[in-house]
């Protein structure tokens, strides 16, 4: 079955909020529980970045357990690395996704870490923006949403340095095209690789297969000087840059197979998150995105 | 270059000013000693020099993880001479082999350790230990599988041979450094712990089995010397062969090997692959 007849198959997820390992301090940052009941509209589901190696944490079981929507965004796979599917890890993501019924499985499409899968060897770097590199990453999504039953989205990464010919939207146009998949568009990481190339927030994008994207993430950035070169950290902290914005209202207009928007701002309290939460609301709504979903 | 081989020079770059300065101006990898193809170059120095060195605390936070498995061998190392800084290990050829090689840091970490603190015997036989350790905690294999029937070492042991009372000496080390208000990774770094009176013995090698526990922790405890040599001939897959020519050497029979063998799966320190019962 085509990407296109399996979208269809997909949940409209609406708003939700990204949790990972120990992300929330009791009486200091978000409850995912606690935005839910206060605020349905803004926590419908709830995207969990998973490393196999430390598993779920309390606060994710709780919301699983209650059997709320879910994503499973995985922080520890190079999905163009084929070393990297080692028989363990693989088996252990299947039980969890065979267990716990994650609507679809998405993250960055990056270098999680170098060398083997051990904490002192993890980071994250985006994939090489070259033509050759294409395929490999298609292969790696094509495996992971076959040993899986699930859709694999590949998120375009954060950086500091990209390296390769390709703009970042014609490598994901690439892949998606050659995975025959769909893609989970992060408009803050998007917005900084196109400050780093002094591109236009929304260049590339005419140009871009929208009917690809299937989740948009937000999230607050901050601007560092480093020897005369202006740096953006993803820091998803509660000040959301303007580029970031006009990225997601760009796509939110244009994007038929659009089925969730994440706000990154897991380890801000819920107060600080409010404001950035109704703006995406407000823009969800003035497009009519999600009408099928009660939280 | 191959889109993962870029990939893991960029991994290089960012952990080693030097070796990004030597791309840019020259080309030249100096510490594999091997000259990068101008097509790999073209796209390894298109970004801003710069931005390669804009996270001040990459290296930092990967010695801050190394020193939770290498605690005490970094603290004496610290603790006898200021130089090298353990952030040396970026520039070392064991640790940019390690990611052309897609192997452990830590194990490289440990083998940085061994070589270069030599002439301080602490380091070096608390590193080899501390490795040891580790690998039972997470299980690396230490010998590739084959499909021949094996006996082997189990996932959850490994052996090690160090100086006398090295044990001992990690043991009293990480007391010392656990006491410390802060954290031992603090007191370690700072040299805010006593060592002075600690010391290694001067009898024969410690011969060690270290084993992982229930809880995920690592073990230690003593075999005889011929036990040793048992366990490290299986630690590196031997053959059945060379299995009993090592219980020969100790007037071992081959009945009396197979029952040690199945007596030490049965322990769950030796696993059997492929073998007929």
Known sequence: ?295 | MSPLALQRMSVRMLYDWELTTSIYDAGVDPILDVHVSATAREVLTRPARELWRSDPYRQSRTVTALLRVFKSACAWALLRTPQPALTDFFASPVFHSSIEDRTSTVRAFGRWLEETFVGHAEVAALARLEGGLDDVRRRRASSPRRDAPRWSLSPDARVAQVPNGTSDLLHATIQRLDKHAVSAAHAAVHGEWEGADLTLGAGAPETLLLQRDAEGGAQISRVSAPMYDLLAALSVDAPLNALAAVGAKHDASLEDLDELLRDLCEDGVVVCSNLAS
Request: hydrophobic fraction near 40%.
């Open chain 1, 1 to 295: 079955m085509g990407f296109e007849s399996r979208v269809r198959a997909l949940p409209q997820l609406g708003i939700g909020v990204s949790t990972e390992y120990g992300a929330h301090t009791p009486g200091q940052t978000l409850d995912p529980m606690l935005l839910r009941a206060q605020h349905p509209a803004f926590g419908c589901f709830l995207e969990v970045g998973v490393e196999i190696a430390k598993g779920i944490d309390d606060d994710a079981r709780r919301w699983i357990d209650a059997r709320h929507p879910w994503t499973y965004h995985f922080l520890d796979i190079n999905l163009d690395e084929p070393e990297d599917f080692d028989a363990h890890w693989m088996s252990q993501v299947c039980a969890l996704v065979d267990a716990e019924a994650p609507a679809w499985l998405c993250g960055d499409a990056g270098l999680w870490h170098f060398g083997p899968r051990e904490p002192e060897n993890m980071l994250l770097l985006p994939p090489l923006l070259t033509a050759d590199a294409v395929l490999p990453m298609a292969e790696g999504i094509q495996r992971l949403r076959s040993a899986t039953s699930r859709e694999v989205l590949p998120e375009n990464p954060p950086g500091t340095i990209f390296l390769g010919d390709l703009h970042l939207l014609d490598y994901f146009a690439r892949v998606c095209d050659a995975a025959d998949t769909g893609m989970l568009l992060d408009c803050a990481h998007l917005a900084i690789y196109q400050r780093q190339h002094e591109h236009a927030p929304t260049a590339g994008l005419d140009a871009f297969p929208l009917d690809r994207v299937v989740e948009l993430h937000v999230a607050g950035s901050s601007v560092k000087e480093h020897a005369g070169q202006n740096i953006i950290e993803d820091d998803h902290g509660t000040t959301v840059l303007p580029d970031t914005w006009e990225i997601f209202d760009h796509v939110l207009a244009r994007a038929p197979n659009l089925k969730a928007v994440v706000y990154e701002c897991e380890r801000n309290s819920l107060e600080e998150t409010l404001e950035g939460f109704e703006r995406v609301h407000a823009a969800t709504t003035a497009h009519r995105c999600f009408q099928e979903v009660s939280p």
